[in-house]
T-cell receptor
Framework: EAQVTQNPRYLITVTGKKLTVTCSQNMNHEYMSWYRQDPGLGLRQIYYSMNVEVTDKGDVPEGYKVSRKEKRNFPLILESPSPNQTSLYFC??????????FGSGTRLTVV | DQQVKQNSPSLSVQEGRISILNCDYTNSMFDYFLWYKKYPAEGPTFLISISSIKDKNEDGRFTVFLNKSAKHLSLHIVPSQPGDSAVYFCAASLNTGGFKTIFGAGTRLFVKA
């Protein structure tokens, strides 16, 4: 089954403690993205990657890092999380005419 | 500056009637538009799309209309069913490669039985 898998689903952490949200796709897609969803703001792009070792900033990249060492994996890294990064995060893989396939989401709370 | 706007946060419709969800965009360079549906605790799922060279695309109960001169698109659901109750996101892309896909804030649709 074609899918995007992200983990964990839920995470509560403290300010400043580094964390990584993993994302993996099994469709051999080149293009992947990370989005965050906040009430009234919809989905905002954090980072995207056009292929292995090719990444670029989206609209809200501050406080985040990504890496793309292999095609299937695209982890999101928060080096020093802050409370304003409390959000619902989605990893997505681009299917062309059908747009993105999204993961199930990671709800992050930073206290 | 929001490049893709969904001005109605919510919409309530009776089962069997038509649901019309609207979306406006500001960047005339967008050339591919998509609608996604999202249920609670799930990721958004693709619903229907339209290229800027078309003005209408239909898939079963779902039809998307594009008015390029007005920079406006709409999603029509006919007939509406209770299972259609979800949040609907409009998205606009600079090309089908998805290099820059901007989403609206979403409209929550309630379909009453």
């Amino acid at each position: 089954e074609a899918q995007v898998t992200q983990n964990p689903r839920y995470l509560i952490t403290v300010t400043g403690k580094k964390l990584t949200v993993t994302c993996s796709q099994n469709m051999n897609h080149e293009y992947m993205s990370w989005y965050r969803q906040d009430p009234g703001l919809g989905l905002r792009q954090i980072y995207y990657s056009m292929n292995v070792e090719v990444t670029d900033k989206g609209d809200v990249p501050e406080g985040y890092k990504v890496s793309r060492k292999e095609k299937r994996n695209f982890p999101l890294i928060l080096e020093s999380p802050s409370p304003n990064q409390t959000s619902l995060y989605f990893c997505a893989s681009w299917e062309g005419a059908k747009g993105y396939t999204f993961g199930s989401g990671t709800r992050l709370t930073v206290v | 500056d929001q490049q893709v706007k969904q001005n109605s946060p919510s919409l309530s419709v009776q089962e069997g009637r038509i649901s019309i969800l609207n979306c406006d965009y500001t960047n005339s360079m967008f050339d591919y538009f998509l609608w996604y549906k999202k249920y609670p605790a799930e990721g958004p799922t693709f619903l229907i799309s339209i290229s800027s060279i078309k003005d209408k695309n239909e898939d079963g109960r779902f039809t998307v209309f594009l008015n390029k001169s007005a920079k406006h698109l709409s999603l029509h659901i006919v007939p509406s069913q209770p299972g259609d109750s979800a949040v609907y996101f409009c998205a606009a892309s600079l090309n089908t490669g998805g290099f820059k896909t901007i989403f609206g804030a979403g409209t929550r649709l309630f379909v009453k039985a």
